[in-house]
């Protein structure tokens, strides 16, 4: 079980240098966790953009000036390029440059050179509590916007995979909701209890998954106790399955901001792991970001 991000880190070293594709990579942002990965010893970065733009960041970032650099000036094509040499590779990471997040997208679920698998994409969290003595997960409050049962059971079984890739091998999960009565005016609730009942029946991923179940119970036996429910994973859970992107987006910016927990984010369902850093991120946490989508992508999570 991993603890802390240092151990993601730690252990990405460990599974060797994966390669690093940046698609429109005359970002210095980009360039800037490029740079953070490379220092690490997590990856090997091939850089797919504008050239002379590229080059004359590399020195302002401090990347190698020989860092391998693939010349394709417009940047829709760059993010198609950047996925054709993805696709080539068998632990590889798409990260995402100077090139608008829909063509970037559109690149990822191309037809002919894309990483599709015939999953829904969806968006993967990890979470440091300062002085915590595990990560945890959340899933998806950084893609799909208001999910349907189906594409709830899809986004569930990303993280799984992905969790079953960083080592966990029977994750608890809980399917969050306001409280733990299936009400049909609050259909939260009911996805919830399908979701928790696909798994018993065997039709998920291995995990023990519990819903609907609210935060405090998915957090705390005394109010588990409390409220006289018996629960497999209360104050045990790996990952928070949250109802939709806006409870995702508020629970984990209110865990960055007021609590001081430390994050990673990568996208799963894609063939490899895709790593779309923001102008908002830390240093930190692009780093963090990097070696999660690299342990993800040795461990196979990303398929």
């Not at 080539?88 to 002919?112: C, H, M, P, Q, Y």
């Amino acid at each position: 079980m991993l603890r802390h991000f240092t151990e993601v880190i730690e252990r990405a070293k460990r599974n060797g240098p994966v390669r690093l594709v940046v698609a429109a990579a005359q970002d210095e942002e980009a360039l800037r966790a490029v740079k953070a990965a490379h220092d690490a010893g997590l990856a090997e970065a091939v850089l797919v953009g504008d050239s002379a733009q590229i080059a004359a960041l590399l020195p302002v970032v401090g990347l190698p000036g020989e860092t391998k650099i693939v010349h394709e000036p417009e940047p829709g094509q760059a993010a198609l390029t950047a996925v054709s040499i993805v696709r080539e590779t068998e632990s590889g990471i798409l990260v995402k440059g100077l090139v608008n997040s829909s063509d970037f997208l559109r690149a990822v679920l191309n037809s002919e050179r894309g990483l599709r698998t015939g999953r829904l994409l969806s968006h993967f969290a990890a979470f440091e509590e300062p002085g915590g003595d595990k990560l945890t997960y959340h899933t998806d409050g950084g893609m799909n916007i208001a999910p349907d049962l189906a594409e709830k059971k899809e986004i569930l079984i990303n993280a799984l995979l992905a969790l079953h890739a960083l080592g966990i091998a029977k994750p608890n999960v809980a399917v969050l909701a306001a409280n733990e009565v299936v009400n049909p005016k609050m259909p939260v609730t009911v996805d919830a209890q399908a979701l928790m009942e696909m798994s018993r029946r065997g039709e998920l991923p291995e995990a023990v998954v519990e819903g609907p179940i609210a935060m405090d119970v998915a957090l705390s036996p005394a109010a588990a106790a409390h409220k006289n429910l018996s629960s497999q994973i209360t104050g045990q859970v790996d990952l928070f399955l949250v109802p939709d992107i806006s409870a995702g987006n508020i629970l984990g910016k209110s865990l960055i901001h007021y609590g001081k927990f430390k994050s990673a984010g990568v996208i799963l369902g894609a063939t490899h792991p895709v790593v779309m850093v923001s102008r908002a991120d830390t240093a930190e946490a692009k780093l963090n970001s990097i070696a999660l989508a690299c342990c993800i992508a040795s461990g196979k999570g990303g398929n």
